[in-house]
């Protein structure tokens, strides 16, 4: 089954079972899957463990329950799949800070968590895909080695580099801050020369002097996450293209000014540890306003 409509099923399956005592072990067992591999595609898509989704759906779902009159505690416990009463508000005070009694007392308004969506996913060929999102990420400092790359060259040469990196520098840098993460900076277009920085990184605690370092200011970021069903080492020149041609596709199809975005400067991330021979995930950052 393709990863898209994977994910799909997943999500749908858990919505339609919100109200038992859902577990990843009965999903792995419905689709016939490992629970890691269900574990890896849904955090790589959602950036939330699927475990942590299904609490909080349970959570939001019943909160409408208490709005009724007639649902006791013990009720809603029951109809969620709660043994006891008392584990459904120590759960909902975990979450929300307030039991379910206080909240209703308070009439504060609840942070719920809806059900994830599918709806802005670029898809990539018949099963690969990637998710749009934004978040903010703090300064980094990440060392390694420095290319110029010419335009029409950029997405063949681009993950040949990233390997040679990965396999011959890797290894050596020292003061490490995220083991198993490679992440490849683009920055310093040159328009007239058709060229343009490209640098095969990891992120540090400090500088490395035998290596090239670079300073990435806190910022605001569009992330795009791919998910393909092949190895991190496979992220070869027809699937750059593929992916690049997405995200521009995605950009081409937003408000005229809606953000503003850093042309200049924008770095992928692939954490190889989350990544086997059949599963990887790579997340793109583009810096905007």
């Known amino acids: 089954m393709h990863n898209r409509l994977l994910l799909q099923k997943i999500i749908n399956d858990i919505e339609e079972n919100l109200a038992e005592k859902l577990t990843l072990a009965d999903l792995a067992g419905r689709f016939g899957l490992s629970e890691i591999y269900i574990r890896k595609l849904f955090k790589s898509a959602f950036h939330m463990p699927i475990s942590t989704y ?24 029951a109809e969620y799949g ?14 929300y800070g307030m039991t379910p009694f206080q ?8 942070a719920i968590t809806e059900k994830v969506s599918l709806e802005q996913m670029i ?5 690969n895909m990637i998710l749009p999102d934004v978040c903010i990420l703090p300064k980094m400092i990440l060392s390694g ?5 010419g335009f029409a060259e950029s997405h063949s040469l681009a993950p040949q580099r990233a390997l040679e990196f990965w396999d011959l520098c890797y290894p050596h840098l020292d003061h490490v801050k995220e083991k198993g993460v490679y992440y490849g900076v683009t920055k310093n277009y040159d328009a007239e020369k058709q060229r343009s920085d490209y640098y095969c990184t990891a992120h540090v605690s400090a500088p490395n002097e035998k290596y090239c370092n670079l300073l990435l200011a806190k910022s605001r970021y569009a992330r795009f996450t791919y998910i393909g069903s092949h190895s991190y080492r496979e992220l070869d020149v027809k699937r750059a293209e593929e992916m690049y041609q997405a995200i521009a596709s995605y950009f081409r199809r937003q408000p005229e000014g809606q953000h503003i975005f850093d042309q200049n400067m924008y770095f992928e991330r692939v954490d190889t540890k989350a990544c086997t021979e ?11 306003k």
């Open 54 to 77: 299904i609490k909080k759906r349970k959570l939001s779902s019943s909160a409408g329950l208490m709005l009724a009159s007639d649902f006791r505690i013990a009720d809603i416990a």
């Open 103 to 110: 909240w209703k007392k308070s009439g504060k308004p609840l």
């Open 145 to 149: 080695v420095k290319h110029n790359l």
């Open 278 to 288: 059949d599963f990887c995930t790579m997340e793109w950052y583009i810096p905007y």
């Open 123 to 127: 898809a990539i060929g018949e099963e």
């Open 82 to 95: 709660y043994e006891f009463p008392q584990t459904y508000i120590n759960a909902f005070k975990r979450e």
